[in-house]
């Protein structure tokens, strides 16, 4: 690294300039690795590294043998925008998901299945060593039940975290829980009854999908938009229609697009979703994710009490193991306190003590630094294998952070029949139509670049992108 910058950061800057000075135009042939390694005295797998970036971003392109070249025209290859739903629909997903958790949690050799980041880089040999300490010190006192609506000390970390962003929060607005997933689902019930409409991300997070479903509501789909998440003027129009009581959605970095809302978008959505009396349910699990130079602020930040509820955790960034998520609920924590009671009791008292621990010490900041920049190699190999492997009509989203790239696939690809082909060949892979209330994104899937990636995963998504290839092509021929 020089001057904080990544090597092939250099790599990446010097191509642009020989761009920007017309060194080099489209369809021109790149310098080769090794000169321009000898040119800029670095290795040949650091240049390596910043062409793979660039062919993922579309802007250079392979030819077997040839070299690398830079592309005609800039590609437009993100996922399309999907249409606004008409009618809050009731949901019935459940066996769908079922079957698909089944599918992916097998032994396979390439697992695209599983939005797991940790995996691409856990800090398990800290998080061991922070555990055996803690048993040490506080013995016995581990096996009891812990505080109801958490650790004291954890929400205080929580809350400085929370300080660092510019956001002054009471810590008895916090209420620790098990994971996101409940946080989302105590913050749902706080704000609906049975048969109310929820606004929800399309395509969005399967999870919530579920939550809807068994808490008897109905979900109304907002299509997100490929660069800066929902579309704003797509909920307008569906404010005017419909009664909604609450709205759901990721402004940080959304699953499984991975879009990133601007902070102008987050406050008109703020205000239109104040000025309908409908709370905003923020999932912001992903946030800390961020490829981007800054993270991206919680929409809380900007919000009265009663006006937002943000649902987070640390499965995403630390163990998803440990369970341990939280609510930031100003105007509602009592309710929230109530419902947690009422559902589990209390989280792990050993698992937050621990994280609690993990963060105060710095570790916590010190692995999210590393854990991102893997993520950003992650994405850029696998964006790069998918350009070079998959047909041409292929759309994939950019995400700015997460571990999961959205593709739109040619219409004649049902992303159920491709998951049980590509399943059969030992590559999990999550189907388009789990992130939609609805019948949509049949033709698309999800694919998660949190692993530790290896040769293995770039053989497995060129043998995926035969399989899509033989679809488009069996039905051509019908
Ligand atoms: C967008 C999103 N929200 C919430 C969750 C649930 O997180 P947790 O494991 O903390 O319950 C997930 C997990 O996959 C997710 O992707």
């Given at each position: 690294?020089?001057?904080?910058?990544?090597?092939?950061?250099?790599?990446?800057?010097?191509?642009?300039?020989?761009?920007?000075?017309?060194?080099?135009e489209?369809?021109?042939?790149?310098?080769?690795?090794?000169?321009?390694?000898?040119?800029?005295?670095?290795?040949?797998?650091?240049v390596?590294?910043?062409?793979?970036?660039?062919?993922g971003q579309?802007?250079?392109?392979?030819?077997?043998?040839?070299?690398?070249?830079?592309?005609?025209?800039?590609?437009?290859?993100?996922?399309?925008?999907?249409?606004?739903?008409?009618?809050?629909?009731?949901?019935?997903?459940?066996?769908?998901i079922?079957q698909v958790?089944?599918?992916?949690?097998?032994?396979?050799?390439?697992?695209?299945?599983?939005?797991?980041?940790?995996?691409?880089?856990?800090?398990?040999?800290?998080?061991?060593?922070?555990?055996?300490?803690?048993?040490?010190?506080a013995?016995?006192?581990?096996?009891?039940?812990?505080a109801?609506?958490?650790?004291?000390?954890?929400?205080?970390?929580?809350?400085?975290?929370?300080?660092?962003?510019?956001?002054?929060?009471?810590?008895?607005?916090?209420?620790?829980?098990?994971?996101?997933?409940?946080?989302?689902?105590?913050?749902?019930q706080?704000?609906?009854?049975?048969?109310?409409?929820?606004a929800?991300?399309?395509?969005?997070?399967?999870?919530?999908?579920?939550?809807?479903?068994?808490?008897?509501?109905r979900?109304?789909?907002?299509?997100?938009?490929?660069?800066?998440?929902?579309?704003?003027?797509?909920?307008?129009?569906?404010?005017?229609?419909?009664?909604?009581?609450?709205?759901?959605?990721?402004?940080?970095?959304?699953?499984?697009?991975?879009?990133?809302?601007?902070?102008?978008?987050?406050?008109?959505?703020?205000?239109?979703?104040?000025?309908?009396?409908?709370t905003?349910?923020?999932?912001d699990?992903?946030?800390?994710?961020h490829?981007?130079?800054?993270?991206?602020?919680p929409?809380q930040?900007?919000?009265?009490p009663?006006?937002?509820?943000t649902?987070?955790s640390?499965?995403?960034?630390?163990?998803?193991?440990?369970?341990?998520?939280?609510?930031?609920?100003?105007?509602?924590?009592?309710?929230?306190?109530?419902?947690?009671?009422?559902l589990?009791?209390?989280?792990?008292?050993?698992?937050?003590?621990?994280?609690?621990?993990?963060?105060?010490?710095g570790?916590?900041?010190?692995?999210?630094?590393?854990?991102?920049?893997?993520?950003?190699?992650?994405?850029?190999k696998?964006?790069?294998?998918?350009?070079?492997?998959f047909?041409?009509?292929?759309?994939?989203?950019?995400?700015?952070?997460?571990?999961?790239?959205?593709?739109?696939?040619?219409?004649?690809?049902?992303?159920?029949?491709?998951?049980?082909?590509a399943?059969?060949?030992?590559?999990?892979?999550?189907?388009?139509?789990?992130?939609?209330?609805?019948?949509r994104?049949?033709?698309?899937?999800?694919?998660?670049?949190?692993?530790?990636?290896?040769?293995?995963?770039?053989?497995?998504?060129?043998?995926?992108?035969?399989?899509?290839?033989?679809?488009?092509?069996?039905?051509?021929?019908?």
């Amino acid at each position: 690294m020089q001057n904080g910058q990544f090597l092939y950061q250099h790599v990446i800057e010097v191509i642009n300039d020989m761009v920007s000075q017309q060194i080099l135009e489209p369809g021109d042939k790149l310098p080769s690795l090794r000169k321009l390694a000898q040119q800029l005295s670095v290795s040949i797998p650091t240049v390596k590294q910043a062409y793979y970036y660039l062919e993922g971003q579309g802007r250079i392109y392979s030819k077997e043998k040839s070299g690398y070249f830079l592309s005609e025209v800039e590609q437009t290859t993100l996922p399309r925008r999907c249409k606004l739903a008409t009618t809050p629909t009731e949901v019935n997903k459940q066996s769908l998901i079922e079957q698909v958790y089944e599918g992916i949690h097998g032994q396979h050799e390439a697992k695209f299945g599983i939005a797991n980041p940790v995996t691409a880089m856990s800090d398990e040999a800290v998080l061991a060593k922070m555990m055996r300490s803690v048993l040490k010190q506080a013995g016995d006192q581990m096996l009891q039940y812990g505080a109801m609506d958490g650790l004291l000390k954890l929400k205080q970390q929580i809350a400085q975290r929370y300080l660092r962003m510019g956001l002054s929060v009471s810590i008895d607005d916090i209420v620790i829980t098990n994971g996101a997933q409940e946080a989302l689902a105590i913050a749902l019930q706080c704000v609906t009854q049975p048969g109310d409409v929820v606004a929800i991300e399309s395509p969005g997070y399967f999870g919530i999908i579920e939550l809807i479903e068994n808490l008897g509501l109905r979900a109304l789909e907002i299509p997100v938009c490929p660069d800066d998440g929902l579309w704003l003027e797509d909920l307008a129009h569906a404010l005017t229609q419909h009664e909604v009581k609450a709205c759901i959605c990721s402004t940080s970095i959304n699953n499984p697009i991975g879009s990133v809302m601007p902070e102008h978008r987050q406050q008109s959505l703020l205000s239109m979703l104040v000025d309908n009396n409908v709370t905003l349910i923020e999932d912001d699990v992903y946030g800390d994710l961020h490829f981007t130079k800054h993270r991206a602020k919680p929409i809380q930040y900007y919000a009265q009490p009663r006006q937002v509820i943000t649902c987070d955790s640390f499965s995403k960034t630390a163990a998803p193991s440990y369970r341990i998520g939280w609510m930031l609920a100003p105007g509602y924590a009592q309710r929230a306190r109530r419902f947690k009671r009422a559902l589990s009791c209390s989280s792990s008292l050993i698992n937050q003590w621990v994280l609690a621990d993990y963060l105060t010490s710095g570790a916590y900041d010190r692995h999210l630094k590393k854990l991102r920049l893997r993520l950003q190699e992650n994405k850029q190999k696998m964006l790069c294998c998918i350009r070079r492997y998959f047909p041409e009509n292929t759309r994939i989203s950019d995400p700015q952070g997460g571990c999961v790239v959205w593709i739109e696939l040619d219409k004649s690809v049902d992303g159920g029949e491709l998951f049980n082909l590509a399943i059969a060949q030992g590559i999990s892979l999550t189907p388009g139509q789990l992130f939609s209330a609805t019948e949509r994104f049949q033709h698309c899937i999800r694919l998660s670049f949190g692993l530790p990636w290896q040769d293995k995963h770039e053989v497995g998504l060129k043998r995926l992108g035969e399989i899509v290839s033989t679809i488009i092509k069996m039905s051509e021929s019908k």
